[in-house]
Every structure is written in C-alpha cells, then in structure tokens.
C-alpha cells in the first residue's frame, strides 16, 4: 500500500495543529506502509517528499485561486498512489481530483469546518466561497472523512448532512510524549524576562478569531495580581486583526506588570520550557476540532483552562486536568460572561497549587495513555484497509 499524504504545512513550514499531526501522523505510517507527501512551499530535501509552489500565473490572484492551483500540480503528482489522505481544505481538492483521476480512495481528516469559521472571509474575502466549496465538494465524495473528536463528528454531520454517518470515522489527534515533555531549563524565560518565583499563564497560537486572542487579553485584565501573562502569538490573519491585538496588548502591557508578548515561532525546544514552566495554560478558542496545543501542554505536565468548545472536552477532562468555560457566541452580554468565567477559572487555579499540579500530573498521565501515535497510527492504517 502506498498512501499520498497531502497537506498544505509539512516540517520545517508548520504553524498549527494541521502540521503537527502531519508530521507525526507521516513519521508513524511509515513503520507500516509506504507514504508520500505532497505539501506546498519549496523543495524539503527530503526523500518521498513532493513540494509545490503556488504556480507562476497565480501568484498575484486571490489566495485560494492559488491554492487551488497548487491542488492540480499535486493531483498530478500522485500516480503512484493507491489512496490519498487529505488534511485542511487547502488540500481537499487535491485529495478529490486524484481520486477522480486515478480511481483511487480518498480519506479526509478534518481538522475544522469552513462552515464554522465565517471570520475567515476577513482573510480569504470571496476565496472564502471558494475555500467552502473545495471542502464540500470533498467531504462529500470522500470514501471516509476522519473527525479528530466525538465533538468534530457531531460537526461534520450537522455541517454536510448528506454525507453518511457510517463514512465518518474518529481517530484523534495524538502527541509524542517523548518530545513533549516537562524539561528543567530556564534560560528561554530569563531570556524574555519570565521569572519562575511568580505564577506563569501561558497561551500558545495563532492570531486568529478562532483561538479568542482578543479575549484572553481582555480577560487578562482581572487575573490575579503579581500574575506573570506569556502570549506566544503570531501569525495573524489580517492586518486589521494584527492592528486590533496589539492595541489590546499594548493597552493590557499599560495596565499591568508581566504581559510578555513573544510573537516569533518558537522552536520546540523552547516551547518546552515555557509550557513546563507556566502554571497554568491557557485556550480560550471560540471553536476547536481538538486542539493539540492542550495536549502539549498536558504532556509538559501543566494544568489548563480551556474553552467548552467543539473537541476540548474530549481531552481536558474538567475537574481532573483542568477547568473548562462555557462560551456561548459573540453577543455582547455572553462575550462578556465568557471573559469573566474565563479570569474566574484562572484565578481558581492561582490560588491552589496543589490542585493545579495535581491537574498537571494527570494531563501527563491521560496524554501517555490515550493519545500515543503509534495506536493513532495503527487505527489509520485499519481504516485505509478497509477501503481497499
């Protein structure tokens, strides 16, 4: 067997949960079948890797239209495939036209809906339609679409109501506890002046209407005095949105001590250090498939305070590895209850100690035992099986 991995981020060009489960995802197939991927960007040197640039004539047209191009070179490339496995709608299309081409399966995992992201049209303006027709038009004609929790599914059936529940299938999202895991140095905080003697609250993510940057911020307002708050946020989606955070955060750094704002990507190494050190994590996401970024830092041992949204409560079991917020939509008086839950729930684990850690160490344990790759990786295999 050999399957076509097809994505748009693949190493050393990842920038959210997307990429990272490529990453894995590949490196575990590969102990049991033949894998190729196709992702987009310049060459990565590195073998059954086949990159894609946007072509020539696209370059200067909306972005999905270059996406899209970048589908049909990759269509073209998978010949030798016997299943394709597509991930995010940059490369559904892709996933569908082989599968058209070549009468070959195709597997979509789906790490979020089109439908349920309407802000991205401040991203993609018409290309939005275009980006939620690539998704539909895949989903529908998939042999088997992958929801990444039991939240996700429920999603996808609501979102694509003619797709048959039977072709959906959940296989979460997995974490290498060998590299995520809690390491002793400290020389990353020194270096953006984090001290270990103060509590440490820690977001990791993208500027995005999705992860609720802009309401972290204006929850920060009311966390607990003395309160140390690292923002780890980059990449926005627009500069209107980029210009509205660093507003926030500029207002927020006025108001209080210890708003550190790092907004470069940071290597792997040096995340580590910042989720081993903070005493809480924090995801506010106004929608989340899954949200790997909450098993990292459960593998790193470090209790979280996340939104009760979409696949988050399949892996922050409330109570035992962290505290879970409702969040219910974008008027006025529920943004405002959801931002003062959110400090409330925060603040709680400040105060206590012993339970946070006591919540560190279970995420670490519940990350080890549920969410390894290899099983993840096996069940992918299972699946691909079944459709040949």
């Given at each position: 067997m050999?399957?076509?991995?097809?994505s748009?981020?693949y190493?050393?060009?990842?920038?959210?949960?997307?990429?990272?489960?490529i990453?894995?995802?590949?490196?575990?197939l590969?102990?049991l079948?033949?894998v190729?991927v196709?992702?987009?960007g310049a060459p990565?040197?590195?073998d059954?890797?086949?990159a894609?640039?946007?072509p020539?004539t696209?370059?200067?047209?909306n972005?999905?239209?270059g996406?899209?191009?970048v589908?049909?070179?990759?269509?073209?490339?998978?010949?030798?495939?016997?299943?394709?496995?597509s991930?995010?709608w940059?490369a559904?299309?892709?996933g569908h036209?082989?599968s058209?081409l070549?009468?070959?399966?195709h597997?979509?995992?789906?790490?979020?809906l089109?439908?349920?992201?309407?802000?991205k049209?401040?991203?993609?303006?018409?290309?939005?339609?275009?980006?939620?027709?690539?998704?539909?038009?895949?989903?529908?004609?998939?042999?088997?679409v992958?929801?990444?929790?039991d939240?996700?599914a429920?999603?996808?059936l609501?979102?694509?109501?003619?797709?048959?529940?039977?072709?959906?299938?959940?296989?979460?999202?997995g974490?290498?506890?060998?590299?995520y895991?809690?390491?002793?140095?400290?020389?990353v905080?020194?270096?953006?002046g984090?001290?270990?003697?103060?509590p440490i609250?820690?977001?990791?993510?993208?500027?995005?209407?999705?992860?609720?940057?802009a309401?972290?911020?204006a929850?920060a307002?009311d966390?607990a005095?003395?309160t140390?708050?690292a923002?780890?946020?980059?990449?926005?989606d627009?500069p209107?949105?980029?210009?509205?955070?660093t507003?926030?955060v500029?207002?927020?750094q006025?108001?209080r001590?210890?708003?550190?704002?790092?907004?470069?990507?940071?290597?792997?190494e040096?995340?580590?250090?910042?989720?081993?050190?903070a005493d809480v994590f924090?995801c506010?996401s106004?929608?989340?498939p899954?949200?790997?970024?909450?098993?990292?830092a459960?593998?790193?041992?470090?209790a979280v305070?996340?939104?009760?949204?979409g696949?988050?409560?399949?892996?922050v079991v409330?109570?035992?590895?962290?505290?879970?917020?409702?969040?219910?939509?974008?008027?006025p008086?529920?943004?405002?209850?959801?931002?003062?839950?959110f400090?409330?729930?925060?603040?709680?684990l400040l105060?206590?100690?012993?339970?946070?850690?006591?919540m560190?160490?279970?995420?670490?344990?519940?990350?080890?035992?549920?969410?390894?790759?290899?099983?993840?990786?096996?069940?992918?295999?299972q699946?691909?099986?079944s459709?040949?």
């Open positions: 050999r399957a076509a991995l097809i748009r981020e190493p050393p060009d990842v920038y959210g949960g997307a990429g990272v489960h990453e894995f995802l590949t490196r575990e590969r102990k079948i033949e190729e196709h992702c987009f990565r040197g590195e059954g890797v086949h894609y640039e946007v020539h696209l370059r200067t047209a972005a999905a239209l996406t899209l191009g589908d049909v070179e990759m269509a073209a490339g998978m010949s030798a495939a016997n299943l394709a496995h991930h995010t940059y559904n299309t892709a036209l082989a058209l070549y009468d070959i399966p597997v979509v995992t789906a790490h979020s089109e439908p349920l992201r309407p802000w049209a401040e991203q993609l303006g018409g290309g939005y339609r275009l980006s939620s027709w690539a998704e539909r038009t895949a989903y529908e004609a998939a042999a088997a992958i929801a990444v929790s939240g996700m429920a999603d996808i609501a979102a694509y109501p003619s797709i048959d529940p039977s072709r959906v299938r959940i296989i979460p999202n974490i290498d506890t060998e590299l895991r809690p390491v002793s140095g400290t020389d905080l020194q270096r953006y984090l001290s270990t003697d103060a609250v820690l977001f990791v993510g993208r500027i995005t209407r999705q992860k609720g940057v309401h972290l911020v929850a307002r966390f005095p003395g140390q708050i923002l780890c946020a980059g990449a926005p627009t209107e949105l980029a210009a509205e955070i507003a926030a500029t207002e927020l006025a108001g001590d210890g708003v550190v704002w790092i907004q470069e990507m940071l290597p792997r040096e995340l580590l250090q910042l989720l081993t050190a924090l506010p106004i929608y989340e899954q949200g790997i970024v909450n098993l990292e459960m593998a790193c041992q470090t305070v996340a939104s009760r949204v696949g988050i409560p399949d892996v409330e109570g035992q590895t962290g505290l879970l917020v409702d969040y219910a939509g974008e008027e008086a529920a943004v405002a209850a959801f931002r003062h839950s400090a409330d729930a925060v603040n709680q105060a206590d100690p012993a339970r946070r850690r006591s560190g160490v279970a995420g670490r344990e519940r990350a080890v035992a549920v969410y390894g790759w290899t099983a993840i990786a096996e069940r992918t295999v699946l691909y099986r459709l040949l």
